[in-house]
C-alpha cells in the first residue's frame, strides 16, 4: 500500500525573484543587502593625508583629539649643506692645494695642514686614465704603490724626527697624493712624447725633481722635527716619484 504525498506547486515568474505558494500565501525571496556600515565622523582621532593638485600645502590631522595644521608641500633645503660639503669634498680647498703644487721653488704649505684624501684621489684617478690612454692598465698598480710609498715615508719620517715627531699617516698621505701632480702631468705629456730617446728620460727626471722638492717642502713644512734631516727625506721622496716615473717610462 502506497502513500501519496501533497506537494505543493512552485511557480516561477518571467521576471524578478522566484515565489514559493503555501496554503495560498506567496512569499517573495528578499534581496539580499549590503551590511549595515555606521556612518564615519567628520572629526576622527585617524591621521590622515588628503592631496589636492595644484595644492602647495598639505593638511595632516593632528594628535588625537586635536585640530589639523598645514604641514609645506615643498621641502626646504635652505637650511642643508651642500653633498659634497656632508662628503667631506671642498672643490676650493682642492683648488688652492693643487694650485700651491705648481710652483716647486715656492709651495704654500698652509693650506695642507688640513690633509685630505679627495684630492688625492682625484689626482690618482687622473693618473690611472692617462696610463689607460698610453695602453696600460695600472690601476691596482699604482694604488698599491701610492699606499706602500706612504707607508714606507711615515715610518722613516717618524723615526728620523724620534720624539718630536708629530706626522700621522693621514697627513702623509694626502701629501704624498697631491705631490703627484707633476707626475700626471709627465703621463699626460708622455702621450706626444716619443717613447725612444733620451728626450722621455730628462723630462722624467725634470718632473721628478719637481715632485721631490715639493714633498720635501710640504713634509718639513707640515711636521715638527723634519728640518734638520731635509736631505734624508727628500731621498726617501726621491726615491717614491722614481717609481711612479718608471710607470709612465716603461
Known amino acids: 500500500m502506497t502513500k501519496q504525498f501533497a506537494v505543493p506547486p512552485v511557480i516561477f515568474p518571467s521576471g524578478g525573484n522566484p515565489t514559493v505558494a503555501t496554503g495560498g500565501n506567496i512569499q517573495q525571496r528578499r534581496v539580499p543587502i549590503a551590511p549595515f556600515q555606521p556612518p564615519r565622523p567628520s572629526n576622527s582621532g585617524i591621521p590622515f593625508m588628503s592631496f589636492e593638485i595644484g595644492s602647495a600645502t598639505t593638511t595632516t590631522a593632528g594628535p588625537i583629539g586635536g585640530g589639523t595644521g598645514p604641514i609645506s608641500g615643498a621641502a626646504n633645503f635652505d637650511d642643508e649643506e651642500a653633498l659634497l660639503d656632508e662628503l667631506g669634498i671642498h672643490p676650493d680647498q682642492i683648488w688652492k692645494k693643487t ?8 709651495v704654500n704649505p698652509t693650506f695642507h ?27 691596482g698598480v699604482i694604488l698599491g704603490w701610492i699606499v706602500v710609498s706612504s707607508i714606507f715615508l711615515y715610518i722613516v719620517f717618524n723615526m728620523l724626527a724620534g720624539r718630536q715627531g708629530n706626522l700621522d699617516l ?12 707633476p707626475v700626471v702631468i709627465l ?5 706626444f712624447v716619443p717613447q725612444n730617446g733620451a728626450i722621455r728620460f730628462g723630462i722624467a727626471g725634470v718632473f721628478v725633481i719637481w715632485a721631490t722638492r715639493a714633498c720635501t717642502n710640504l713634509m718639513v713644512a707640515v711636521a715638527d722635527g723634519g728640518e734638520e734631516h731635509r736631505g734624508l727625506i727628500a731621498y726617501a721622496c726621491f726615491l717614491i716619484y722614481t717609481l711612479f716615473s718608471l710607470l709612465v717610462i716603461f
Not at 694650485?99 to 715656492?106: A, E, T, V
Not at 688625492?120 to 698610453?134: K, M, T
Not at 693621514?170 to 701632480?181: A, D, E, P, R, W
Open 113 to 139: 695642514k688640513d690633509s685630505d684624501l679627495s684630492g688625492p684621489i682625484f689626482l690618482y684617478l687622473s693618473f690611472c686614465l692617462f696610463q689607460l690612454l698610453a695602453g696600460k692598465i695600472q690601476f
Open 170 to 181: 693621514h697627513t702623509c698621505t694626502s701629501v704624498i697624493g697631491y705631490c703627484l701632480l
Open 99 to 106: 694650485k700651491s703644487i705648481l710652483n716647486p721653488f715656492r
Open 187 to 191: 703621463s699626460a705629456v708622455s702621450l
